[in-house]
């Protein structure tokens, strides 16, 4: 069965510095990999996918995130944070009919 | 209205309490699923729909009961609760089965409470 490991639980970054959150999957094929957003009191909401060719993914509200196959990492990055990027994040992997495995999620702290 | 609604956002009930759950999608899509979101951990799979008819149970315990009547609605039926069943109940919906094509479109979530 796929897993995804989420290794940081919670991460701090200033407004207008980088980020980036790690994501590794364990499944034997080419998965389909997401990266979903959940604001407070909110669902979840799609960021980006891949499901193949070019592994540089872009997504909304500025985010890209990269496919490493060598290192079974989906890594979701933003070259400049804002504010309301103080979010959890949520890294899935499909590799089955219906069944999208989320990794534990990240909290995102953004400080002025 | 559009997306994926759900209602109620906030309950709270007890143990020997009987209350649903209610999921309206508008997206036109033919699966339809819940999640249970805990504190810390991974999300769960509960339940899956396709084409109203359940393919998917993950070993939930029978207090928990899904039903959906066509394939805009999906209630989650509860009876019996445990204080440890309190979580955000997430319903989701995609547009059809198959690998790959789980591109999820999240409600807001109910958020439960079991004293």
């Known amino acids: 069965a796929q897993s995804v490991t989420q290794p940081d639980i919670h991460i701090t970054v200033s407004e207008g510095a980088s980020l980036e959150l790690r994501c590794n999957y364990s499944?034997?094929?080419?998965?389909?990999l997401f990266w979903y957003v959940q604001s407070p009191g909110q669902g979840l909401q799609l960021l980006l996918k891949y499901f193949s060719g070019d592994t540089l993914v872009q997504g909304i509200k500025g985010f890209e995130a990269e496919f490493k196959r060598s290192q079974s990492s989906f890594n979701l990055r933003k070259p400049s944070v804002h504010w309301s990027d103080a979010a959890e994040y949520f890294c899935?992997?499909?590799?089955?009919?219906?069944?999208?495995?989320f990794g534990a999620g990240t909290t995102v702290t953004v400080r002025a | 209205e559009t997306g994926v609604t759900q209602t109620p956002r906030h309950l709270v009930m007890g143990m020997t309490n009987k209350k649903s759950l209610k999921c309206e999608q508008h997206l036109g899509h033919n699966a339809m699923y819940w999640y249970k979101q805990s504190a810390k951990k991974p999300l769960e799979l509960m339940f899956v729909?396709?084409?109203?008819?359940?393919?998917e149970n993950n070993s939930v315990p029978s207090r928990f009961s899904p039903e959906c009547p066509n394939s805009s609605h999906l209630f989650l039926h509860l009876h019996t609760l445990q204080p440890e069943d309190s979580a955000l109940y997430l319903c989701?919906?995609?547009?059809?089965?198959?690998?790959?094509?789980?591109?999820?479109?999240f409600g807001a979530g109910s958020r439960l409470t079991v004293l």
């Open positions: 899935a992997v499909d590799s089955n009919d219906y069944k999208l495995s």
């Open positions: 499944y034997g094929a080419t998965p389909y």
């Open positions: 729909y396709s084409l109203e008819e359940r393919v």
């Open positions: 989701a919906s995609s547009q059809e089965r198959g690998l790959g094509a789980n591109v999820l479109t």
